[in-house]
C-alpha cells in the first residue's frame, strides 16, 4: 500500500535539517511497528520522500511525505485492510513537538508527489529596521507594481557545479507577489514555481526585495512560512 501523510513543521525543529527529519520518520516508522516496503539492488532503501525539501530554518503548514508499506496488514494486532488510521495515531504519538501530523490519505496518483509538485505559497516576514528608508511605509500597491513591473529581476545564484555563482533571472518564476508594508513589518505573499520542472527558492526573492526597497535587514531576522505546495491536477 502506498500513502500520503500531510503534516506541519513548525516552531525550533524548523532548524532540524532536511535529512535529519527523514531519519526521524523512518526510526517513527520502525518504532510503530509499520514495515516499509524497500528498493531492490546493491543499496536498498525505504520507498518513502517528501513533496518537496524544506529549506534549514523554513517552517511549513502544508508538507508532505508519501511511502510505501511492505503489506496491507501494516499495524500489527489490526484487522484493517490497510490500517491508514492506524498508521496515523501511532506515528502522531512518535513525533518530536513541531512536527504535527494533520492526515493520512492512500496515494492515488502515478508518479511521485516530487514530480508532481508545479509551485508554492510562501509568506516573508522582514522586521522594519529604524533606519528605515524615507516615506516608510510605502503604498502595497506601489510596492507590488515597482517590483513585479520590472522586465528582469536580476541576481546572482550558486550553481552546484561551478565555483562562481551566475546572475539569473527571476522574472518568469514569480507567479504572484502581494507587500503588506507597515511601520515595523512588512510581510509578502508570494507564489513561486517549485518541483523539479521550474524551482524558484525564496531567498532569491528576499535578496531583490531588500536591493529594490533599500532594507537593510540581516537574514537572520527574516521568517519564511510556506503556506502551502501545489500540485499538477
Known amino acids: 500500500m ?4 500531510r503534516f ?7 532548524y532540524t535539517s532536511h535529512l ?4 526521524v ?4 516508522f520502525k518504532r510503530a511497528g ?6 531492490q539492488g546493491f543499496n536498498p532503501h525505504p520507498k518513502m520522500g517528501f513533496a518537496q525539501p524544506l529549506s534549514l530554518g523554513y517552517e511549513s503548514l502544508d508538507e508532505y511525505i508519501e511511502f510505501e508499506t511492505a503489506d496491507a496488514a501494516v499495524v500489527p494486532g489490526t484487522e484493517s485492510a490497510n490500517g491508514k488510521e492506524e498508521i496515523l495515531e501511532k506515528m502522531r504519538g512518535l513525533m518530536p513537538g513541531g512536527l504535527e501530523l494533520l492526515s493520512i490519505e492512500e ?5 511521485t508527489l516530487a514530480a508532481n509538485t508545479i509551485a508554492a505559497e510562501y509568506m516573508i516576514e522582514i522586521p522594519i529596521p529604524e533606519n528605515r528608508p524615507v516615506g516608510w511605509p510605502l503604498d502595497a500597491q506601489e510596492m507590488r507594481d515597482a517590483y ?39 510581510r509578502i505573499e508570494a507564489l513561486l514555481d517549485s518541483g523539479s520542472d521550474s524551482n524558484l527558492s525564496p531567498e532569491l526573492v528576499i535578496t531583490t526585495v531588500l536591493e529594490k526597497f533599500d532594507l537593510n535587514v540581516p537574514r537572520s531576522n527574516i521568517r ?3 503556506r502551502k505546495i501545489h500540485f499538477k491536477q
Open 2 to 5: 502506498k500513502y500520503v501523510i
Open 8 to 14: 506541519q513543521k513548525t516552531g525550533v525543529i524548523c
Open 20 to 23: 535529519d527529519i527523514m531519519k
Open 25 to 28: 520518520f523512518k526510526r517513527s
Open 34 to 39: 509499520i514495515k516499509l516496503a524497500y528498493s
Open 107 to 111: 496515494a492515488r496518483h502515478n508518479k
Open 148 to 186: 513585479m513591473g520590472q522586465k528582469e529581476i536580476l541576481t546572482l545564484k550558486k550553481q552546484k557545479k561551478k565555483k562562481e555563482p551566475v546572475t539569473v533571472n527571476i522574472r518568469p518564476k514569480i507567479r504572484e507577489m502581494v507587500f503588506e508594508p507597515s511601520e515595523e513589518l512588512l
Open 224 to 226: 519564511v512560512l510556506r
